[in-house]
């Protein structure tokens, strides 16, 4: 299984990214699927998550800002992320949740300038 999170970048404060995860050997439309964030220094915390129903969640110093959506054709799950602050800068992470086991992407880094 493996988990491919891309989209990352440098964006100024009130820019758009658009955070990808791709995964092979695993059906995403079958699992919950998270986003995940770790600041510089700080913990890691929940972004997002999409449940196998289609279900989302959002951290509240996301909502409204960040979307999280699902493609099946494409077996990706996506987080689209508008208004961003510098606070939004992170490396951020996919992960999956079979029910038994856990995988974790690689991260990929959003860091926004004010």
């Known amino acids: 299984v493996q988990l491919q999170a891309s989209g990352g970048g440098l964006v100024q404060a009130g820019g758009s990214l658009r955070l990808s995860c791709a995964a092979s050997?695993?059906?995403?439309?079958?699992?919950?699927v998270d986003w995940y964030r770790q600041p510089p220094g700080k913990q890691r915390e929940l972004v997002a998550a999409?449940?196998?129903?289609?279900?989302?969640n959002h951290a509240d110093s996301v909502k409204g800002r960040f979307t999280i959506s699902r493609d099946n054709a494409k077996n990706t799950v996506y987080l689209q992320m508008d208004s961003l602050k510098p606070e939004d800068t992170a490396l951020y992470y996919c992960?999956?949740?079979?029910?038994?086991?856990?995988?974790w992407g690689q991260g990929t880094q959003v860091t926004v300038s004010s």
């Open positions: 992960h999956v949740y079979t029910g038994t086991y856990y995988y």
């Open positions: 999409i449940t196998s129903g289609g279900s989302t």
């Open positions: 050997g695993l059906i995403l439309s079958l699992n919950a």
